[in-house]
């Protein structure tokens, strides 16, 4: 039996549902220390800046989230719907039970992990698969800001060792909406790593005390760095040789797309898991400061090398400017990216911009 393709797609249905299930998990945990952080720790310290900030972060994260929710739900109505008229079945049969079991075998008759793979990189016309490379592109830099930001902050940034979750969820869910989160947390400013770990009585009794440690430690934040190992710009490197290769991959078979995908998720897991926190100025920090200049160069290089080719083609065999932007949309996979990138980086320039 084979438990890759229809209709015994085991593996595939368990790979594209866990997604699902683990980013709902790790939403919830982040948003979780995001409110502890904010509502009984720092509440007291947010100035009307940082609070115009953060509710401006926070109405982006809700239409991220609500985009990315809309679109993959679009997928999988898509999907659920050609199964049933391919068979010439109710979409919703009359019975609790007929609708589970006909979902259940929708399930495994399809293969709705590869298709969204492929939806990505070889569906639609020339612009849609522009927009589909350009989020690729824009996920790169977004997990290298936070791999190396988080661990440059491990010891004194709101974030501690919770950065991990962020960057686990940035793994499961395109990247902007892990991205608004981590501003989030971070509009306080510096503060104790433990910021997380719960109120509990004792700790209220150690508030004053711990105001004064925390101040300390964010004067002493300034002077933290960051040691990017040799894998981070090796890493970079890989992820930008494989994007202009996803085309050719998906066209000889499925099992070198969802291999190749594989790796650029691996890949982008890489600047946190290859840096550690060092101090600013040191041998260690001033070697890091050159790896962490060649990973920004080789990324900036190679994403701007094949942004160059994939829009220069767009450009070339698209309509017109209408074409161009309505590939944004245009299958509910493409859509989940690339919106998420637009609104990802429209939420930056308002974090940026609100004062």
């Not at 699902?20 to 945990?29: C, F, K, N, S, Y």
């Not at 970079?236 to 995908?261: D, F, N």
Request: charged share 15%; net charge negative; glycine share 10%.
């Amino acid at each position: 039996m084979d438990l890759l393709s229809p209709p015994t797609n085991y593996i595939g249905t368990a790979l594209f549902f866990s997604y699902i299930l683990a980013a709902l998990v790790l939403t919830a945990r982040v948003l979780l220390h995001l409110h502890t952080l904010h509502f009984e720790h720092l509440s007291h310290d947010t100035s009307p800046a940082a609070a115009a900030r953060f509710a401006t972060l926070a109405t982006c994260a809700v239409v991220l989230f609500a985009t990315l929710s809309y679109h993959m739900l679009s997928f999988l109505l898509a999907s659920y719907t050609s199964f049933c008229e391919a068979r010439g079945l109710l979409l919703l049969p009359a019975t609790a039970a007929s609708v589970s079991g006909q979902l259940w075998i929708w399930m495994l008759a399809s293969t709705l992990f590869s298709d969204f793979a492929r939806d990505l990189v070889v569906g639609g016309t020339a612009a849609s698969r522009a927009w589909a490379q350009t989020a690729l592109v824009w996920s790169l830099g977004v997990s290298v800001f936070i791999g190396v930001e988080g661990k440059r902050r491990w010891r004194t940034g709101a974030w501690g060792a919770e950065a991990g979750e962020v960057v686990a969820l940035a793994q499961v869910l395109p990247v902007s909406f892990a991205l608004v989160l981590w501003l989030m947390g971070d509009v306080g400013g510096d503060a104790p790593a433990d910021a997380g770990q719960g109120a509990t009585s004792q700790e209220s009794k150690d508030v004053a005390g711990s105001k004064g440690a925390g101040e300390e430690r964010g004067a002493d934040a300034k002077e933290e760095g960051v040691e990017v190992g040799a894998a981070v710009p090796a890493a970079v490197g890989v992820y930008v040789a494989v994007l202009p290769v996803l085309s050719r991959a998906a066209e000889e078979s499925m099992t070198k797309l969802i291999g190749a995908v594989f790796l650029l998720r691996a890949c982008l897991a890489v600047p946190y898991l290859a840096s550690r926190p060092a101090v600013k100025g040191s041998a260690q920090g001033q070697v890091a400061s050159l790896t962490q200049n060649l990973t920004c160069g080789i990324g900036i290089a190679g994403g701007l090398v094949q942004l160059g080719l994939v829009w220069s083609r767009a450009v070339k065999e698209s309509d017109g400017w209408v074409e161009i932007v309505e590939g944004l949309w245009e299958t509910p996979a493409v859509g989940a990216m690339s919106m998420d990138a637009v609104f990802g980086a429209f939420s930056v320039v308002a974090f940026a911009l609100v004062e």
